[in-house]
């Protein structure tokens, strides 16, 4: 099994700015969705960033996203160990 070491915070902040941008997200949300990943849900999976960017269609409701997964780390995906 090929294993992917995972990104940094700092990473997956600069990898949401330039993914989330392409969604025409600012870098404001970017930010807070990328450090809602990391910190609320223990992920830094960039799928997870772009597939919160898409529940929640602002800021506000962020939270609430968050909440609605329940904090499951992995927004619906099997983890592979």
Known sequence: MLEVPEYTLEELMEIALTR???ENHDESIARTIAENVSNKLGSRDIRDV???AR???NVQEIPFVIKMVGGQNDLGRKKLH
Do not use: D
Request: cysteine-free; proline content about 0%.
């Open 20 to 22: 989330l941008s392409m």
């Open 55 to 57: 529940l929640a269609g």
């Open 50 to 52: 772009v597939k919160l």
